[in-house]
Nanobody, 115 residues
């Protein structure tokens, strides 16, 4: 059982930056994929970014060039650096840890982009 705790969300103006963290209660070194998703009420959960155990990274088209995902296995933490934020980035951002045997979700952290 792995618990994931996200932090770093908040209110930011358009064009601003935030850095989200996802701290795992156990080792993530063997997690096949660590990812960030976002959820807006009434919409499907969307994959934002993910990094594989081998270091391959992919992003949603909507965040390419603005967001950066990184993974620190020594600290059991995954980060999402979000730059040039837009109002449409407003959502609850949720961390996911995926193994072939199962996956785990955090509770999420709210990000609001508004002037």
């Amino acid at each position: 059982q792995v618990q994931l705790v996200e932090s770093g969300g908040g209110l930011v103006q358009p064009g601003g930056s935030l850095r989200l963290s996802c701290a795992a209660s156990g080792s993530i070194v063997n997690a096949d994929i660590m990812g960030w998703y976002r959820q807006v009420p009434g919409k499907q959960r969307e994959l934002v970014a993910r990094v594989t155990r081998g270091g391959s990274i992919s992003y949603a088209d909507s965040v390419k060039g603005r967001f950066i995902i990184s993974r620190d296995n020594a600290k059991n933490t995954v980060y999402l650096q979000m730059n040039s934020l837009k109002p449409e980035d407003t959502a609850v951002y949720i961390c996911n840890a995926f193994w072939l045997s199962g996956d785990y979700w955090g509770q999420g952290t709210q990000v609001t982009v508004s002037s």
